[in-house]
């Protein structure tokens, strides 16, 4: 599709051009440049046998939440029963995840992430053990394991006969997941290790037969020397010395189990190590990393669900002679809903297909989804509670529950205050990275590298070198490849990366390596991150929609309004060393001593 202001310039020459590489577009983000070729066309694209088991499993997943869990008894009771989970075990719920072989359902990310999304849309307590056990509590024999473990702990886990749970966190370690003090020290016929230490707030921990471990152990470095290094174990409860302490009293999820485990001389088998020894924080952050999309697909179902509920609210609800549909200020309430629905909706299976079709350069993005997944469901279910007015404050409502519920989204699997920080100081790091790349270029004299940054920055188009069809590379211009009636929407996108750019570079300049402890400017800058991805995610979605579809005309005003409001928010945040108004933060300090 061609856009009517085309100003992308492509040539041909003999040479490359090649900085340093990367697939994903928030990385490319922080150098200025939208990478979208795993953005347009978007990527999710089921096949018709892909459909057809969904087709048979969301229907058995809607009757079992219709006739036998009762998320309100689960909440009352603070569990849910091993006879309510077996009825999900019957039709394939805990299995979804592992390949035919092992006795799984062997489906993809995308048909996991719907699956999800109709838990979170019914009850969020049972999205959380599902999701400790698949999306996170086994996941490492997914991508660690050997075939002989898989054959050993898959079928058992998929068929829901034994339950699996992640355990990282320590009372002195939270989101520093290195400080952890849990030790595992080498037999000295090296045929196990013995593990102890204690876990805190384990979801699935007092159910679970199995256990993903982490643990400091010692690694004999190149000099000799040794160190400590967290690796990752395999554990199984009748190893010996693995004992659970009583059910944590929670704000919400107060029917999924939560609890310490402690090991005490635990014996595990050298072969149940995950991964390579000293590897563990490596394998901690791949599992976190492949199962972050989990919590987008809950938070999305609980979204609709929200949204459903107080639509059928204002549209039968009458005040002052009116629906309260007909009031301006409710339908801009609506209208927000929707919008940050659609948007959480668009990177949720954004990052699912691209996960799919193999994409490994996903981390940026997945966390950025969890973030705008576990906000946006906060912000629309408050929103939900405040138009249902003094009835949504009703235990029998059934919003406070999944308010009480949805609180804790922000906090595990990385809070999100965090993911900001890391989401930011990686993408900064990439770019410090091709900032030194561009340097040696220069200093060597590459006129093309030197010539193509150039072009950049002062005409805002690339020099894309190419051989064969110069097509196939669609530049930095978002316009190119948005359908027509978004081409506006996508200028405004356009703008906001090319600003984007220009402050990553004046914080490097300006802080270098004290970059780090500007967070002020970080946070500020990761929130336009989010908005920027967002964005893009919500023009693909739309383009798509709108390019196959006759009854999709009016799915485009969604981005025009999340584009007007959220490009202008990433503008000024990102502007003047990335916050304009960063003078009235200066005073803080102060004020906190």
């Known amino acids: 599709m061609e856009s009517e202001f085309g100003n992308e310039f492509l040539c041909k020459f003999p040479i490359t051009y090649s900085l340093i590489e990367s697939e994903s577009f928030v990385k490319k983000l922080f150098i200025g440049q939208s990478d979208v070729k795993n953005i347009f066309p978007y990527p999710l694209n089921l096949s018709d046998e892909q459909k057809e088991l969904l087709g048979v499993l969301l229907p058995s997943t809607e009757k079992f939440f219709t006739e036998i869990n009762n998320p309100v008894e689960n909440d009352e009771k603070a569990e849910i029963s091993m006879e309510v989970l077996k009825h999900f075990a019957d039709f394939g719920g805990f299995g979804v995840l592992v390949p035919e072989k092992y006795g799984g359902a062997g489906m993809c990310n995308t048909q996991m992430a719907r699956f999800g999304e109709q838990i979170g849309a019914n009850d969020l307590a049972f999205g959380v053990i599902m999701g400790a056990h698949q999306s996170i509590g086994y996941k490492g024999i997914l991508l ?10 898959l079928p058992d886990l998929a068929a829901g ?103 005490e001389n635990t ?31 809950a938070c999305t179902g609980a979204m609709k669900t929200c949204i459903i509920k107080t639509i059928q609210h204002v549209t039968t609800r009458s005040q002052f002679g009116r629906k309260l549909i007909e009031f301006g200020n409710v339908k801009e309430q609506i209208v927000d809903m929707i919008v940050r629905h659609y948007a959480t909706e668009s990177v949720l299976y954004l990052l699912s ?16 989804g969890k973030i705008m997944a576990s906000e946006n469901a906060w912000i629309v279910c408050d929103k939900a509670i405040q138009l249902h007015g003094g009835m949504g404050y009703m235990k029998e409502c059934g919003l406070e529950r999944i308010m009480r519920d949805l609180r804790v989204f922000r906090l595990f699997e990385g809070a999100n205050d965090v993911l900001r920080l890391y989401i930011v100081l990686s993408g900064m790091q990439f770019a410090g990275k091709h900032f030194q790349y561009l340097k040696k270029q220069m200093k060597s004299g ?33 316009a190119i490849v948005v359908h027509p009636l978004l081409i506006d929407s ?23 390596r004290n970059i780090i402890d500007r967070q002020y400017e970080l946070i500020r800058m990761a929130d336009a991150a989010v908005d920027i991805f967002s964005m893009t995610a919500v023009l693909a ?53």
């Not at 660690?144 to 050993?152: E, I, S």
């Not at 599992?287 to 989990?294: A, K, Y």
């Not at 297909?353 to 950025?368: C, F, H, K, P």
């Not at 906001?496 to 990553?504: D, Q």
């Open 490 to 512: 996508a200028k405004q996108v356009n703008t906001a990366i090319k600003e984007y750019g220009k402050a990553v570079e004046r914080l490097l300049i300006t802080h270098r």
């Open 353 to 368: 297909s691209n996960m799919d079709r193999g994409v490994t350069d996903y981390q940026l993005e997945a966390a950025i």
């Open 446 to 478: 590459a006129i093309s590298a030197i010539f193509s940054e150039f072009a950049r920055r002062f005409f805002g188009f690339d020099i894309i070198f190419l051989e064969g069809d110069l097509r196939t590379n669609i530049g930095t211009d978002i």
């Open 144 to 153: 660690y394991g050997d075939d002989k473990m898989k054959q050993k702990y």
């Open 267 to 297: 014996k595990v088998p050298a072969e149940n190590l995950i991964g390579r020894e000293g590897e563990g924080f490596k394998v901690a952050m791949n599992i976190l990393n492949n199962g972050r999309f989990s919590i987008p697909a």
């Open 161 to 263: 006969k034994r339950f699996a749970c992640f355990c990282l966190t320590e009372p002195s370690s939270g989101s520093d997941a290195n400080s952890i003090r849990t030790r595992a020290e080498k037999t000295p016929d090296g045929k196990y290790y013995i593990i102890n230490g204690a876990k805190i707030w384990i979801s699935n921990g007092g159910i679970a037969d199995i256990f993903t471990v982490f643990a400091q152990t010692q690694i004999e470095t190149a000099d000799g020397k040794t160190k400590d290094r967290i690796s990752a174990f395999l554990v199984e409860k009748n190893f010996g010395g693995v004992t659970c302490g009583l059910p944590e009293k929670k704000m919400g999820i107060k029917g999924s189990n939560t609890t310490s485990v402690y090991f």
């Open 541 to 593: 979605r739309c383009t798509m929609a709108l390019n196959g579809k006759t009854n999709a005309d009016d799915e485009h005003k969604i981005p025009v309004l999340l584009c007007e409001q959220a490009s202008l928010i990433a503008i000024i945040s990102v502007q003047n060393n990335a916050v304009m108004t960063l003078s009235k933060f200066r005073t803080l300090p102060g004020i906190n001593d």
